[in-house]
């Protein structure tokens, strides 16, 4: 849609087709007229749901419109944020996260919408970027308490403490979490952006480096335990990549993270080496 230029219903208008063309590829997917009918009744059900949060959004819309509460909100996130352009956002995507609990993904986001993505305009955030910044916290919003639908489900299944399984979660998605902001900063990743062909792959590049970077510091581990000098560093490093620092900075960050793997490379291999060269225990048959 962002890239064609096409309208939200122009492009699902033309998707119905695409599929019932492509559903002929193959004979035991076929596309009779029976069951288009059961789809597009499959499809007006699925609908109530969104229909009704779209409702809700209105209303919420309504009463942001009328009380200019998203004035006021833009307002407290400058002075709250002092000035500062991260700081802001990360505001931001608290209340998006904050005003996401509890609510499926498109009610989340018609919901959020409304307050958080006006900030982001005059923040001087593209509308493409803000309103992606937003839906993305509203979908993070699952998995993060102390509402997190997703975590408390998988808690049932799991027969354990529902904050416990929520703040793995933030755990484990916490680069995830964090995508948002690469995007904010480095907006050739979504490839919608008139950006040079190699920023796009550079930003690819440090990004995939920075979430992985991330990730090994959050765990603590590569082939081996990590100590807490070098798990912040994986960390400072991986922040530091997401950030509109010079080549500089880049280069040095992208240095440590390289020595950090590097070494633990080394550690592992001596570990094997050690069990592999270490003598089996004899086995000879005692003689009487």
């Known amino acids: 849609v962002a890239v064609l230029m096409w309208s939200p219903v122009t492009a699902a208008f033309i998707a119905m087709f695409i599929t019932i063309a492509l559903s002929f590829i193959r004979r035991e997917t076929w596309m009779t007229p029976k069951k288009i009918y059961k789809a597009l009744a499959k499809g007006a059900e699925d609908s109530l749901t969104i229909i009704v949060a779209a409702a809700g959004a209105g209303i919420v819309v309504g009463a942001v419109a009328l009380t200019g509460l998203s004035d006021k909100l833009t307002v407290l996130i400058y002075d709250l944020a002092l000035g500062s352009f991260v700081l802001a956002l990360i505001l931001a995507a608290i209340v998006t996260l ?24 005059r923040l001087g955030v593209m509308p493409f970027l803000a309103h992606f910044f937003v839906f993305y ?11 997190a639908l997703a ?15 929520g703040f793995t979660a933030v755990r484990l998605g916490f680069a995830a979490i964090l995508t948002p902001f690469i995007l904010i900063f480095k907006p050739g990743l979504l490839l919608v952006i008139q950006e040079p062909l190699p920023i796009i792959i550079e930003n690819i590049v440090t990004a995939f480096i920075a979430i992985y970077a991330i990730a090994l510091g959050i765990e603590g581990f590569y082939k081996t335990n ?33 020595l950090v ?3 633990h490379r080394r550690k592992f291999k001596k570990s094997l080496n050690r069990v592999s060269g270490s003598k089996p225990l004899n086995n000879t048959r005692l003689t009487h």
């Open 137 to 147: 916290y509203a979908t993070i919003s699952a998995i993060t308490p102390p509402v």
């Open 98 to 121: 904050i005003m996401g609990m509890a609510l499926p993904t498109t009610a989340a986001y018609l919901v959020v919408v409304a307050l958080a993505a006006p900030s982001l305009y």
């Open 226 to 258: 990590m100590n807490i000098i070098e798990r912040f560093a994986l960390i400072g490093c991986g922040l530091l990549l997401f950030a509109p620092t010079s080549l500089e900075i880049d280069v040095l960050s992208l240095t440590i993270i390289l």
């Open 151 to 165: 975590a408390y489900a998988a808690a049932s299944i799991a027969k354990d403490d529902p904050m416990k399984i």
């Open 261 to 263: 793997v590097i070494v």
